[in-house]
């Protein structure tokens, strides 16, 4: 990246969710990608139908279940100047709350009502207790990792934007998301895992929309993400799936696309994934993905019978999974993206 990166000190700053004490076990994370709840999708809401509600069974089986938040939820502000803004009804809050355990707020959209706008939609979700990151009343804030405790394990989630424009990055008096700048990025790393983090995941808004494949600069971020320390890379943005790789016994999902998200065609754009993360204090365990069918109207359905990306410690490459049941490995042959030197 281009621009200098600042140094940040944001111990004061972190966010610990602790739930009830208990012995270090193995501990399930489930991410989803896109949730955008604007459109079609608001007017469901409107109409009293939850469309996660075919995920319900599968995100609450996880110990914490985490999604991007593609919109901001407010009454406040006015549209940016781009191609595309989004804007949901704070009627929505009670669905994200009843599915996800927390919200990354770092992606292209977040600032698409302004300022305000973003403070109203982290005070509702606060108000509603969803914790989130990747975005803060100021730039220390939006870095700060968001540790969450569960079964004896402190998981550190970090989230950053680094898809245009720029301009909602948060600084150090204001409001916005956390931008994808390498050395502060690796910084953050470096200072969750000293904060006491035993496991600390990255996720990443990143890439360009509708590549199959994930660019240079995404596989060389993740790498170097790894080297520094995180335990996994978990990316998004391109609203299709751009698949999986396995980096130094550590998992790269490069994008898990679109999860809840009306106006696209049938087509690539309409599949997304569910990753689940089986997380214990060397890091991740074994981990798989769900392939999730997006109907006409932005609804979200498990198709249990599609093989989609799945590993475990101690693999070399990325094995098929239909629906988390192994099928034929496919070690050195990661899917789509390559293999890894």
Not at 107 to 130: E, K
Not at 132 to 158: C, T
Not at 293 to 309: E, Y
Request: aromatic share 6%.
């Amino acid at each position: 990246m281009t621009a200098a990166p600042r140094m940040l000190a944001v111990v004061s700053a972190v966010l610990l969710i602790a739930g009830p004490p208990a012995a270090a076990q193995q501990v399930t994370v489930a991410f989803v990608g896109d949730v955008m709840l604007d459109e079609d999708v608001g007017r469901e809401i409107a109409g009293g139908r939850d469309p996660l509600r075919a995920f319900a069974s599968l995100l609450g089986a996880a110990d914490l279940a985490v999604g991007n938040l593609e919109c901001p939820v407010s009454t406040r502000g006015v549209a940016m100047h781009k191609p595309f803004t989004f804007r949901a009804n704070p009627r929505v809050v009670p669905i994200v709350a009843a599915h996800l355990g927390a919200v990354t707020l770092a992606n292209n959209h977040s600032g698409d009502y302004g300022r305000d706008a973003l403070v109203q939609t982290m005070d509702l979700l606060r108000a509603a207790g969803v914790p989130f990151f990747g975005a803060g009343r100021d730039l220390a804030q939006a870095h700060a990792p968001l540790i969450v405790e569960r079964g004896g394990l402190r998981i550190a989630l970090l989230g950053y934007d680094e898809f245009k424009p720029r301009a909602f990055e948060a600084g150090p008096s204001w409001p916005g998301v956390a931008w994808s700048e390498d050395e502060q990025v690796v910084a953050d790393i470096r200072t969750a895992r000293a904060m006491g983090a035993d496991v600390v995941i990255p996720v990443v808004h990143w890439g360009w929309e509708k590549e199959p494949e994930p660019c240079a600069r995404q596989r060389d971020l993740a790498r170097r993400l790894i080297d520094a320390g995180a335990d996994a890379v978990v990316g998004g943005h391109p609203h299709i799936t751009q698949g999986a790789e396995v980096y130094r016994g550590r998992p790269i999902v490069y994008s898990l696309g679109n999860f809840v998200f009306s106006g696209f065609d049938e087509g690539p754009c309409r599949t997304g994934w569910m990753l689940r993360l089986v997380l214990d204090r060397q890091g991740v365990a074994r981990w798989d993905t769900v392939v999730a069918r997006i109907d006409a109207r932005g609804t979200p359905r498990p198709d249990t019978d599609a093989a989609s990306p799945c590993g475990a410690r101690g693999e070399d490459g990325v094995a098929t999974c239909r629906a988390g049941r192994r099928q034929a490995p496919n070690e050195g042959a990661p899917i789509r993206p390559g293999p890894v030197p």
